[in-house]
């Protein structure tokens, strides 16, 4: 998304994850989406690649994510894994075991 023009601040719940995203010169830091406190209608678009399958609440990430939306934008998700069995057999451990990033975009102003 930097690549095409676009403004890209991510957050991750993993510092390995964050070091690397920061060595692609990305803007991302080791908080989550709550704790960044994202204000409302601020982003053209919101993507989440292999994130979702690992929230204990996904639904409430979703509102979360669809409110920092501004009318109109986009909320494209990836997701190889549709019912995670690894999340049941791990649990907690599963959430916090993975290293995913969540990326926020904002089209550049010309």
């Not at 690397?20 to 960044?36: N, P």
């Not at 399958?53 to 409430?60: A, C, M, S, V, Y």
């Not at 999340?87 to 959430?95: N, P, Y």
Request: charged share 20%; with cysteine.
């Amino acid at each position: 998304m930097k690549q095409l023009g676009c403004d890209v601040v991510g957050v991750a719940f993993d510092g390995e994850a964050a070091v690397t995203a920061h060595e692609f010169g990305l803007d991302v830091g080791l908080w989550s989406l709550y704790e960044r406190g994202f204000a409302r209608a601020t982003f053209d678009a919101v993507m989440m690649g292999h994130v979702i399958e690992h929230l204990p609440g996904p639904k409430t990430t979703l509102r979360e994510c669809l409110s920092t939306l501004k009318p109109g934008g986009q909320l494209p998700m990836l997701t190889s894994n549709a019912d995670p069995g690894g999340q049941r057999h791990f649990g907690r451990e599963w959430v916090a075991s993975t290293r995913r990033i969540t990326s926020t975009s904002s089209r550049r102003q010309a």
